[in-house]
């Protein structure tokens, strides 16, 4: 028993020890403080149901997202970015209202207020509910419903 136990301890430290995160967020080198606000975001970025509000942070770009009811990622934002599916990855904290995601593998997930998602690239998502949904985005919001080119 003592030496299963001493095993799995092995193991076990031997996977975290290995294990590279899915999302690294950046170190922080700054030399002073710095402080932003929503209240008066870098850019804003509106869309059919929604809006983005972006801030740039300690070489960070952090957004928080407004989704209203009926909101649906392929409705709202493939038009204009004209991908098959959501190509920005998330990690992002779930503030207010109801969403699901519906992974291109077909995992579907739903997200509620106090829930932190990390989502990878390709989903889609919808609002579920009368309540607007609200979400800062730690990771996927550098080109988040920017319009697309031909």
């Known amino acids: ?8 301890i092995m193991i076990a430290s031997t ?24 209240g008066k975001p870098d850019e804003v970025r509106e869309f059919p149901k929604g809006r983005v509000e972006v801030i740039k942070v300690g070489g960070a770009t952090i957004g928080r997202a407004t989704f209203q009811p ?13 991908t098959k599916s959501c190509e920005a990855p998330h990690y992002q904290y779930h ?21 932190v ?5 390709g989903h889609d998502a919808w609002v579920v509910g009368t309540e607007p949904a609200v979400v800062v ?12 080119k031909n």
């Open 15 to 38: 996977l975290l020890l290995s294990h590279k995160p899915l999302v690294s967020l950046p170190t922080i080198t700054a030399e002073k403080a710095e402080i932003k606000s929503f």
């Open 137 to 148: 985005d730690f990771q996927g919001m550098v080109d988040y419903a920017k319009m697309k």
């Open 117 to 121: 998602s990390l989502l990878p690239m």
């Open 1 to 8: 028993m003592k030496t299963t136990i001493i095993v799995a």
């Open 95 to 115: 503030i207010s209202g109801e969403v699901v995601v519906l992974m291109d593998d077909g995992t579907k997930i739903h997200c509620k207020p106090g829930d």
């Open 70 to 82: 009926g909101w649906k990622w392929s409705e709202s934002v493939q038009p204009l970015v004209k």
